[in-house]
């Protein structure tokens, strides 16, 4: 990729049509030996995307192209669960799970969406490159998949509604709010007094169009790469919980690689990792004034309010009991004291 299209990705997002994936990676020397698929469900125009494909490419440049990486984005193969369930199954070999998408397999992998806990990214990467996500990635071992050690980013969490701006947890009383398919987004959204309902991301615009749900909650990048601004009227700056993607590999599959082959795959996706962190904090640093112009009404919020609600609720000390002691001892000690 020119540096001139990178630019591009921080000034505004590209449209590229999933198929100009396959185009777009280099002729492979001679034909692949390793196929590896990577389903994700991301617009191709996202960050995520535009360094995945810049990873397929440098895989097979530097494996002379032995190895391929398919990437196969937006859902192609299905929402959350089910490329969740591929890529246990082996039915493809790469999956960006989710953190709260994932917990449904390992449950610790939602500690980093506990409500209201990281104030940067500073804390985030802090926990998530260091004891925390150590612990995360062991328990995906346990199940069968391989992790690499970088995160990709999603980013903070924000939430979007049709009838009205969220300023304070009184605002979502009864609010009919999309939240991914996990027991942490219900539990966080029934704390603060709102009526949640988990759907699989392939379906949340429908559902926001038709009224099914008034909101929902997600990064800046993804209410802009998905045109949630087509269906939603506000957006309000919570910052509520920090997501990002565990890059999943099959475990069966992993195992097969040579290792020499595992060294060039593990390089490229932790190192195009942290270049879409970077592209994604940028990137989110323009959203605000794009969305705006696209019809979104903006406002910002106080993290206090919501923490004390949750506190009130016995929220933190309900997920305390179930990751534990240590997990949240090592949470805390990033991110300062919760319960």
Same mark, same amino acid.
């Given at each position: 990729?020119?540096?001139?299209?990178?630019?591009?990705?921080?000034?505004?997002?590209?449209?590229?049509?999933?198929?100009?994936?396959?185009?777009?990676?280099?002729?492979?020397?001679?034909?692949?030996?390793?196929?590896?698929?990577?389903?994700?469900?991301?617009?191709?125009?996202?960050?995520?995307?535009?360094?995945? %494909?810049?990873?397929?490419?440098?895989?097979?440049?530097?494996?002379?192209?032995?190895?391929?990486?398919? $990437?196969?984005?937006?859902?192609?193969?299905?929402?959350?669960?089910?490329?969740?369930?591929?890529?246990?199954?082996?039915?493809?070999?790469?999956?960006?799970?989710? *953190?709260?998408?994932?917990?449904?397999?390992?449950?610790?992998?939602?500690?980093?969406?506990?409500?209201?806990? =990281? %104030?940067?990214?500073? @804390?985030?990467?802090?926990?998530?490159?260091?004891?925390?996500?150590?612990?995360?990635?062991?328990?995906?071992?346990?199940?069968?998949?391989?992790?690499?050690?970088?995160?990709?980013?999603?980013? =903070?969490?924000?939430?979007?509604? !049709?009838?009205? %701006? $969220?300023?304070?947890?009184?605002?979502?009383?009864?609010?009919?709010?999309?939240?991914?398919? &996990?027991?942490?987004?219900?539990?966080? =959204?029934? %704390?603060?007094?709102? &009526?949640?309902? !988990?759907?699989?991301?392939?379906?949340?615009?429908?559902?926001?169009?038709?009224?099914?749900?008034?909101?929902?909650?997600?990064?800046?990048?993804?209410?802009?790469?998905?045109?949630?601004?087509?269906?939603?009227?506000?957006? !309000?700056? *919570?910052?509520?919980? #920090?997501?990002?993607?565990?890059?999943?590999?099959?475990?069966?599959? #992993?195992?097969?690689?040579?290792?020499?082959?595992?060294? $060039?795959?593990?390089?490229?996706?932790?190192?195009?990792?942290?270049? @879409?962190?970077?592209?994604?904090?940028?990137?989110?640093?323009?959203?605000?004034?794009?969305?705006?112009?696209?019809?979104?009404?903006?406002?910002?919020?106080?993290?206090?309010?919501?923490?004390?609600?949750?506190?009130?609720?016995?929220?933190?000390?309900? #997920?305390?009991?179930? =990751?534990?002691?240590?997990?949240?001892?090592?949470?805390?000690?990033?991110?300062?004291?919760?319960?």
């Amino acid at each position: 990729m020119t540096a001139t299209t990178r630019r591009h990705v921080l000034k505004g997002l590209l449209l590229v049509p999933a198929a100009g994936f396959a185009a777009g990676l280099p002729r492979p020397a001679r034909a692949a030996e390793i196929t590896l698929k990577f389903g994700n469900n991301l617009p191709a125009s996202h960050p995520l995307n535009i360094r995945a %494909a810049e990873a397929a490419e440098r895989i097979a440049r530097e494996t002379d192209g032995r190895v391929k990486v398919d $990437i196969f984005p937006n859902n192609q193969l299905g929402g959350d669960t089910d490329m969740l369930s591929q890529v246990r199954s082996g039915g493809i070999d790469i999956f960006n799970a989710g *953190t709260l998408v994932i917990a449904t397999l390992a449950p610790i992998s939602a500690i980093t969406g506990v409500g209201f806990a =990281f %104030a940067n990214y500073d @804390q985030v990467w802090s926990a998530v490159d260091g004891p925390l996500g150590n612990l995360i990635r062991a328990a995906f071992a346990k199940v069968g998949l391989h992790t690499f050690e970088k995160m990709w980013d999603n980013g =903070f969490r924000q939430i979007t509604t !049709s009838n009205r %701006a $969220i300023a304070a947890p009184a605002d979502l009383a009864r609010l009919k709010i999309r939240v991914p398919v &996990s027991p942490m987004g219900i539990a966080l =959204f029934q %704390a603060l007094g709102a &009526s949640p309902t !988990s759907l699989q991301f392939s379906e949340v615009y429908s559902a926001l169009q038709t009224k099914v749900v008034d909101a929902q909650e997600n990064p800046l990048a993804i209410v802009e790469t998905a045109k949630l601004y087509e269906v939603q009227k506000f957006c !309000s700056l *919570t910052n509520h919980s #920090w997501d990002g993607y565990h890059m999943v590999f099959n475990g069966r599959s #992993w195992r097969n690689l040579p290792d020499a082959d595992k060294a $060039i795959v593990s390089r490229a996706f932790n190192e195009a990792g942290l270049q @879409q962190r970077a592209d994604l904090r940028k990137l989110n640093e323009t959203l605000r004034a794009q969305l705006t112009a696209k019809g979104l009404a903006f406002n910002e919020t106080q993290p206090e309010g919501f923490q004390a609600k949750l506190r009130e609720a016995g929220f933190y000390q309900e #997920w305390q009991g179930r =990751f534990g002691n240590e997990a949240w001892s090592v949470l805390e000690g990033t991110v300062g004291r919760l319960a």
